[in-house]
């Protein structure tokens, strides 16, 4: 009732892509990256990814072809060097993205506005 969402950047495309490609029933991907473990003793998660979370499950969502997991996040596990002042800095992260509907990876582009500022302009006075 464990598991972990772990953030690879773009220079993990190769190996994020590998672990896609190939069925767990039929190949080993337990050693394409090293894992380690939080407080829970129980969520594998990938020392090589900038950014890690540990997830106690909380609710299954079934949905038609596939199913949901909601979790709630434990431990958040992070590289020092993508921590700025205490916060994420997400171009060194460099998170990977994965769209489905192009099967294309992208990696973040610039910065497009500042939440709760942004839509002021809209608000009637």
Same mark, same amino acid.
């Given at each position: 009732?464990? $598991? ?28 394409? $990256? ?10 594998? %998660? ?17 949905? !038609? ?22 916060? !994420? ?5 460099? !998170?990977? $993205?994965?769209? %489905? !509907?192009?099967?294309r990876y992208w990696t973040l ?17």
């Amino acid at each position: 009732k464990t $598991f972990s969402v772990n953030i690879p950047s773009s220079e993990l495309l190769d190996k994020t892509d590998y672990c896609g490609l190939v069925s767990g029933e039929k190949v080993d991907k337990s050693e394409t $990256f090293e894992i380690f473990y939080g407080s829970l003793k129980t969520a594998p %998660m990938i020392r090589e990814c900038p950014v890690s979370l540990e997830c106690r499950l909380v609710q299954i969502v079934p949905l !038609p072809t596939n199913s949901l997991y909601i979790g709630e996040i434990v431990g958040a596990y992070a590289d020092g060097r993508v921590i700025k002042d205490g916060k !994420p800095d997400f171009p060194g992260i460099d !998170p990977l $993205f994965l769209t %489905m !509907p192009d099967n294309r990876y992208w990696t973040l582009g610039k910065h497009a506005g500042d939440a709760w500022s942004a839509g002021k302009k809209l608000i009637r006075r």
